[in-house]
């Protein structure tokens, strides 16, 4: 078996456990409000790529946490990242009909359900992600890791990126404008992943830089993909509801400086990122669980992404 089949093998096996974590993290439903129940039940079997989740499973592995606290905090991640994209999808926000493929939850289950189901997701998500935080091997290991929850998912980051994404920008807006409302609201949520299993676990001052850097690039990279798919793609190909950009009057990197433009940052940011990555230490068949944070930029005008 080359390197290759071996990353192969990893990824499909811990796909298949963070996927069964996701769709039992909830626990029993049995006893929970009909409707709020089948509004849960339906988002636990639409998982997604779970590439935030399989980023925080293998790298709390390799970071040297047990095998039960980094499935707990890749669960916890996912659901917080769920909970996201219910609460961005419904009509005071992105007003969007189509997620997934499928329809949002708000569509399916009206918004107060699809609410509520997003706020017991947060929850279960703050559970989880705080009972590994607690198996910080120092103190300052735990508050550094607590901080960096905060910074990642309160108002400066996640929280205040989606009312910057907000604000209406059909009067004007730069590229700088564009990169600072993904930089809080969409590389967070991919920063967590990589760096609180290294903060939490035996991940080196470097490592932990190094990891910071990647997941800002590796973001800020996704949300450009986005832009241009936002753009250039039909809901058949996007899986979610397109042209939502404009129609809200979004950030939009394409908008902000045309198509070519956003290009060329786009290719800028994915080969920056590419170096960052190449110093990160050891075998690069150690990092091989990064591969999943690559955005793909084919040579045809559909652009294509790996994460959902």
């Known amino acids: 078996m080359n390197a290759k089949e071996r990353i192969a093998r990893r990824c499909s096996c ?3 456990i963070v996927a069964t ?14 409707r709020l ?10 998982p997604g790529s779970l590439t935030r989740a399989l980023i925080a499973y293998l790298m709390g592995m390799e970071m040297g946490l047990a095998e039960e606290t980094s499935r707990g905090l890749a669960c916890g ?5 769920t909970a996201s994209l219910i609460f961005d999808d419904l009509p005071a ?12 939850l708000h569509v399916a289950h009206g918004e107060a359900v699809a609410m509520l189901a997003a706020l017991a997701l947060i929850n279960r998500g703050y559970s989880l992600v705080w009972q590994a935080v607690g198996k910080a091997r120092t103190s300052q290991r735990r508050d550094e890791a607590a901080a960096l929850v905060e910074d990642c998912l309160g108002t400066g980051g996640l929280v205040g990126g989606q009312a910057y994404d907000l604000c209406g920008w059909r009067d004007g807006q730069t590229a700088g404008d564009v990169m600072e409302v993904a930089k809080r ?5 991919l920063r967590l992943p990589l760096v609180l299993p290294a903060i939490i676990g035996n991940g080196s001052r470097r490592e932990i830089q190094l990891l910071e850097r990647l997941g ?5 990279s996704y949300q450009a993909v986005d832009d241009l798919k936002d753009v250039m793609l039909g809901e058949e190909s996007s899986g979610k509801s397109a042209g939502r950009d404009e129609i809200m009057g979004r950030p939009n990197l394409v908008a902000a400086e045309g198509f070519q433009p956003a290009l060329q940052r786009l290719r800028k940011m994915m080969r920056i990122a590419d170096q960052v990555q190449e110093k990160l230490p050891g075998n690069p068949e150690r990092w091989s669980m990064l591969s999943l944070l690559r955005v793909t930029l084919p040579m045809t005008t559909k652009v294509v992404t790996g994460i959902a």
């Open 14 to 16: 811990a796909r298949s």
């Open 21 to 34: 974590a996701y769709q039992e993290g909830m626990g029993p439903l049995t006893h929970v409000e009909n």
């Open 37 to 46: 129940a089948a509004a849960l039940r339906d988002v636990l079997a639409k």
């Open 77 to 81: 991640i996912e659901y917080l990242h």
């Open 93 to 104: 926000m992105d007003d969007a009909r189509l997620r997934r493929g499928m329809p949002c």
């Open 185 to 189: 609201k969409t590389a967070t949520l």
């Open 216 to 220: 800002l690039l590796r973001g800020l």
